[in-house]
Nanobody, 124 residues
Framework: QVQLVESGGGLVQAGGSLRLSCVTS????????MGWFRQAPGKERAFVAA????????SYGDSVKGRFTISRDNAKNTVYLQMNSLKPEDTAVYYC?????????????????WGQGTQVTVSS
């Protein structure tokens, strides 16, 4: 059974930064793409960023391009999301997910394991 545990969420002022981490159990972490999604109240889960198995290819949602950076450390079974220049509209629960594919994916149905989520709140 694969388990994902996110951390690093919190309350930050607009313009500030946060770094989310997601530790994944299992020996085959380095074989799979990883992604971050977010869900605000009353909205559907939205794609934020994804990274391929090696870390060499990344993709981002339009609303976070240039502000967020996804990375991974396969030796630590961990994926990160560095969030800079945060805006109030970034407020959401952020979820880490593992894809059964090696390349980046942007749809929630292309991921098979999910973390419990971590709250990010950006005040104006």
């Amino acid at each position: 059974q694969v388990q994902l545990v996110e951390s690093g969420g919190g309350l930050v002022q607009a313009g500030g930064s946060l770094r989310l981490s997601c530790v994944t159990s299992g020996r085959t972490f380095s074989s799979y793409a990883m992604g971050w999604f977010r869900q605000a109240p009353g909205k559907e889960r939205a794609f934020v960023a994804a990274i391929n198995w090696s870390g060499g290819v990344t993709s981002y949602g339009d609303s976070v391009k240039g502000r967020f950076t996804i990375s991974r450390d396969n030796a630590k079974n961990t994926v990160y999301l560095q969030m800079n220049s945060l805006k109030p509209e970034d407020t959401a629960v952020y979820y880490c997910a593992r894809s059964p594919y090696s390349g980046t994916r942007s749809r929630p149905d292309e991921y098979d394991y999910w973390g419990q989520g971590t709250q990010v709140t950006v005040s104006s």
